[in-house]
């Protein structure tokens, strides 16, 4: 176990260097300049400007220091929000965005994994039909205009909801919904075939033919076998959360992280940029590394200890 | 059992004579024997769905990409005097499509309000610029389309080739292969592309690039495991008893069995792909105005979609339209290539 994770830690950061040393040549190759109205500063000025964010040293130099920055967590200084440290930027907004995707993660996949079993519990049947339909066209509908529908019929007509900002866990509901409908369609999908093969298995006939109850047959023995191949797909969830973030919190004026990478994008802030990328290869290196180790402890027939 | 008996004698036989019995083929199949394709085809078209699904998407296909043909105003042309009008349709007296709208609670006829003479009419209305929603819709569909196409050929050429060939050498190419893949899955897609995006110029040919960057490695994956799963059969050891050249076998022997897998992650691969096209639109870092796809499109509509909402339901709605039906299909593709496997 112990090797296994120090394996998997090796490579976590094999990736980010990887990533970091990509993201810093990318920036350095890009034309134009970080500061606004540069042409207009006069050449003292620009070279101070220049030294002050360590623009005036040979770039492998910058390279090293960078790496070296990275190491203390320090991202460097925004050149948006001027004289902002990245690490601050990112450190004071990406728990929001942690609380919003964890919420729509549970949710999305509680309510996926319920609409999943009934659908293969009832196989044929008008409810089956109805969350067949319900699980593509959630996979079918971008969040962005999910988000926008739920924001004007849902927020602005019926004004029970607040449609925009950050408080308290209501105004959470909104963009929650909008980023959990690809994962309750993705996994209702999965755990519907994954339930429908296991019903169709021998050990849930001696179970039927032990004169267990349907309820009993389902609970203890469909249910919890349908389960495991469910962890392999919580990787690719997360991703997909990660993505509709940027464009929900966008939407829902909401200061996560997400928010904050459109943004940058759009002002050519490159020292969050790199922050942000570096951040969320992260987090979801992270998430896999966890879903790993949990499919071991769910599934025992994995062994984690044998290298594949 | 008694009861059934009943004596034969040796009157009930006859014996059929030589020439009888060559007519008489016993080991003939009745029915026409199918190949995978044919049989496959045989049961997608059984699919009700499946076969609407491509008949909307072969109709998309045309629409979008013969547009030119049509009497259609240019995706680009300002109708200065004709800003944000609402759809219409001659001889339609639906409310939503027959040029009236909602302003502030009253249902007015933008149409009569502007002055615009009776002949002139936008079937989906106009934006902002006064340009024919129509035309944009038509041209963002080509654009998305476009991508659909690139995205599967990168699939293709990159991903089954990298899969194939990382499967079938295996050893220590295989295990390089494939931590070079497991490092860049690690990378979330989207900050691969708007990397990509922000370091070249914005246009269709940075998104182009982006989406052939990230898209093949599912593909690669899934070829390589039924890969490794093939080379261990009879039939590749045949052929390589008898001396073909493994770049034969890929070819005639490998790729036929892996055209189902193939086709059907290809087919999950094009809706991932339209939606970052428009998604990456939707950031504002997608096709440069005038030109226009869907995601700019809905993006554009969504400012004013509580007075104007036409502007965003009928790009969102021929998005969805297009991801649903590639979706049907590919779930329909699956059900018909693997009747067993019903994921």
Known sequence: MVKYLAKRIFYIILTLFIVATVTFFLMKIMPGTPFANQQKLPPAQQAQLAAQYGLNKPVWEQYLLYLVGLLHGNFGVSYQFSNQPVSYLIGSRIWVSIQLGAEAMVVGVLLGLIIGAIGAIRAGSWVDTSATIVSILGVSIPSFVLAVLLQVYIGLDTRILPIAGWGGFEYTILPMLALAAQPLAETARFMRTEMVDVLNSDYIELAKAKGLSKYGVIYHHALRNSLIPIVTIVGPLAVNIMTGSMVVENIFSIPGIGDQFVKSIMTNDYPTIMGLTIVYCLMLCVVLLITDILYGIIDPRIRITDSK | ?343
């Open chain 2, 1 to 343: 059992m008694a009861d059934n008996s009943k004596q034969f004698s040796a009157d009930d036989f006859d014996l059929l004579n030589q020439n009888d019995r060559s007519k008489l083929d016993d080991e003939k199949i009745a029915a026409p024997s199918l190949t995978f394709l044919q049989d496959s085809w045989r049961r997608l078209r059984k699919n009700k769905a499946a076969m609407i699904a491509l008949v909307l998407l072969v109709i998309l296909f045309v629409l979008s990409f013969g547009s030119g043909l049509l009497p259609l105003s240019p995706y680009n042309y300002q109708y200065s005097n004709y800003t944000n009008l609402p759809p219409k349709i001659p001889g339609i007296d639906i409310n939503g499509f027959n040029g009236t709208i909602m302003q502030g609670g009253v249902r007015v006829n933008a149409y009569v309000q502007n002055h615009v003479p009776s002949n002139v009419y936008f079937l989906l209305g106009t934006d902002g610029l006064g340009r024919d929603l129509f035309a944009r819709i038509l041209y963002g569909t080509r654009i998305s389309l476009t991508i659909a196409v690139v995205a599967s050929f990168f699939d293709l050429a990159f991903g089954v080739v990298y899969g194939i060939i990382s499967g079938w050498i295996g050893g220590r190419t295989d295990t390089i292969m494939q931590r070079i893949i497991e490092i860049l899955l690690s990378i979330p897609n989207l900050v691969v592309m708007i990397l990509f995006l922000v370091v070249l110029k914005p246009g269709l040919l940075p998104i182009i690039l982006a989406i052939a960057l990230t898209s093949w490695i599912n593909m690669a994956r899934l070829v390589r495991a039924e890969t490794l799963e093939l080379k261990e059969q009879e039939f590749v050891l045949a052929a390589r008893t008898l001396g073909e050249s493994s770049f034969k076998i890929a070819f005639k022997h490998l790729l036929p069995n892996l055209s189902s897998i193939i086709i059907i992650n290809l087919m999950f691969t094009i809706p991932g792909a339209i939606f970052f096209e428009a998604f990456l639109a939707w950031i504002g870092i997608g096709v440069p105005s005038p030109a226009a796809s869907l995601g700019t499109l809905i993006s554009d509509g969504q400012k004013n979609f509580q007075f104007l909402p036409y502007q965003m339901w009928y790009p969102a709605l021929v998005l969805v339209i297009i991801m649903l039906a590639f979706n049907i299909l590919g779930d329909g593709l699956r059900d018909a290539f693997d009747p067993r496997s019903r994921r």
